[in-house]
């Protein structure tokens, strides 16, 4: 595959800096997880194995190798150095300090090995007021502005859907494929900086653009957008559905599919999508009549027919049973675990390479299930490795 000759360390907590090497181990990259003796805090979020592993570990170390270390022992440092020397890219999601305390900022890790790719990922970066401060993917969430907006007055909402930090790791991912490109070219590393918060505001932009533009001050709407109609969420009598009209041409269909062409076509206060977002309330409540005469899949297949994008809202267990899901072959069993009573429905590369290949070929491993095997291949005797566990450093 892609990236088999690269080594990544992974130093990362939490999703941002671990789905990022999990990407680069998809592509083939030789991955090994340091967490702490016992487990990092990651590996037990939303406990589904007998021992309490989590489905956040089930999706962010697969095809990973685990060694188990207790950073910071003073003797961990050597390892570190070992290891460090074999690398080719260091994923560490800490604060500047934090990573300098431990050894694994660049100037300390390019000592070491002079064309290091050190890929680090923080809540708001190195430099800034809150550059101490740590945080989470709903504090990127909150301080872009996207929970204000998602949610309605007086009760900002945020997405269950941790997107600040997943699209953090991919970031990364991206950028570490143009460092490994870079030194290809010239010889040289370098380190690879990404924030939550610039995450959030990269992905929320084009409401900061127009907000920056114009100081429009929009308000939370909920489900529904504010720049179109009818994009909203609907009840239909078994359910809900969600369309989203964009465009003169959707719009001409939905008046069509309405039986109504001239009437909503004829009318200026619906002659863009602006102004259909401006004065959505009638066409919504008409939308809302047409859903509440219909079920879900009769709505669906009229809005399809009429060439309308539309979908149900699902539950996660009918997402998981959906027709489209299962041709997509996103979802990969993994069962291979200890404690796992049943397949774990773990989310694939979700890219399709026609040449490089890619994705799940291993579960996660188990915390330090690779120790000995790694430190074996750095030069360390058994005896060596005894005294390391004897001294608690393992």
């Known amino acids: 595959m892609l990236l088999n000759n690269v080594r990544v360390l992974d130093f990362g907590r939490y999703v941002a800096g671990p789905y990022c090497a999990t990407l680069l181990g998809y592509l083939g990259a030789d991955v090994i997880r340091i967490e702490r003796r016992g487990g990092g805090e990651d590996r037990f979020i939303a406990p589904i194995t007998a021992g309490g592993e989590g489905a956040v570990l089930f999706q962010t170390a697969c095809n990973k190798r685990s060694l188990a270390l207790e950073l910071t022992h003073p003797a961990a440092r050597e390892v570190i150095a070992r290891l460090v020397a074999t690398a080719d890219v260091v994923v560490v999601n800490l604060p500047a300090d934090a990573r300098a305390k431990l050894g694994l900022d660049y100037a300390a890790l390019r000592a070491i090995r002079q064309d290091i790719i050190l890929v680090s990922q923080s809540a708001f970066g190195d430099v800034g007021p ?3 401060r740590g945080g989470f993917d709903g504090v990127g969430q909150a301080m872009s502005g996207a929970m204000y907006i998602t949610g309605t007055p007086g009760a900002p909402a945020k997405a269950a859907a941790p997107y600040v930090d997943y699209t953090t790791a991919v970031l990364c991912a991206f950028g570490t494929l143009a460092a490994l490109m870079h030194r290809q070219q010239t010889g040289e590393g370098q380190e690879v900086q990404a924030t939550l918060l610039g995450t959030a505001l990269a992905v929320f932009g084009s409401h900061l653009i127009e907000q920056g533009a114009t100081g429009i001050n929009r308000v939370g709407t909920g489900n529904r957008v504010q720049t ?34 001239q009437h909503w076509m004829g009318d200026p206060r619906f002659a863009t999508d602006q102004s259909r977002g401006d004065h959505s ?19 669906l297949a009229s809005l399809q027919q009429a060439g309308i994008p539309a979908g149900p809202i699902l539950t996660p267990q009918q997402a998981l049973e959906d027709p489209q899901v299962a041709a ?41 299930e690779h120790t000995e095997e790694i430190l074996r291949s750095l030069g360390y005797s058994a005896s060596d490795i005894a005294a390391l566990r004897a001294d608690d450093v393992l």
Request: neutral net charge.
């Open 130 to 132: 809150y550059r101490q």
């Open 328 to 368: 997509m072959h996103m979802l990969r069993d993994v069962a291979d675990y200890p404690g796992l009573a049943a397949a774990a429905p773990v989310p694939d590369l979700p890219i399709r390479l026609s040449r490089c290949g890619g994705g799940i070929e291993r579960p996660p491993p188990q915390t330090g």
């Open 228 to 261: 179109s109609a009818p994009s909203d969420v609907f009840a239909t009598r078994d359910g809900h559905i969600l369309t989203h009209v964009v465009g003169d041409g959707l719009f001409r269909r939905w008046a069509r599919l309405m039986g109504e062409e």
């Open 281 to 299: 309330e009638p066409i919504l409540e008409r939308m809302r009549a047409w859903c509440r005469e219909r079920t879900c899949a009769e709505a």
